[in-house]
């Protein structure tokens, strides 16, 4: 005889349900909330041994469509699409594509090298490249003793 596991939903004890309930759906709403209405793509921050990289998802937009403005310690990256009205001699039955626009600041700490950040946007992905400053390094030197 073989015993067979289902994963039945109905079936979890109390314990899986609490779990699911406190574990995974604030995160799904944050998600939605974050992405849907706020209006906010979601963004990956990587660091490197010599850089920090921002990774922000706008699929769809193009690198015209962007604008990164550095003011002081302030880094805003905001995009709006320009919707061009275009006369059609096809009927739209439904139309679920939209652009939103979105504004993202971020603070940048002492250690970003200002007048090299970079930016380059490919494949539905804004990178930008915020260099770290080259540290000063302490000479070090050995003291003999007498």
């Avoid at 937009?61 to 550095?70: C, G």
């Avoid at 539905?124 to 070090?140: M, Q």
């Amino acid at each position: 005889m073989t015993f067979v596991k289902v994963n039945n939903p109905a079936a979890k004890n109390f314990d899986g349900l609490m779990k699911d309930i406190f574990n995974e759906i604030p995160a799904t709403f944050g998600k939605t909330l974050r992405e849907d209405l706020l209006g906010f793509p979601p963004v990956n921050i990587v660091e490197s041994g010599n850089s920090y990289h921002l990774e922000v998802a706008a699929p769809g937009m193009e690198k015209t469509d962007f604008n990164l403005k550095l003011d002081g310690t302030l880094l805003t990256i905001s995009a709006t699409k320009k919707e061009e009205a275009k006369e059609e001699a096809s009927k739209s039955i439904r139309k679920e594509f939209s652009y939103k626009g979105f504004k993202r600041t971020f603070t940048l700490d002492e250690q970003i090298d200002a007048a090299d950040i970079a930016a380059k946007y490919e494949n539905g992905i804004l990178k930008v490249d915020l260099p770290k400053k080259e540290e000063t390094k302490v000479a070090s030197k050995e003291i003999t003793i007498q």
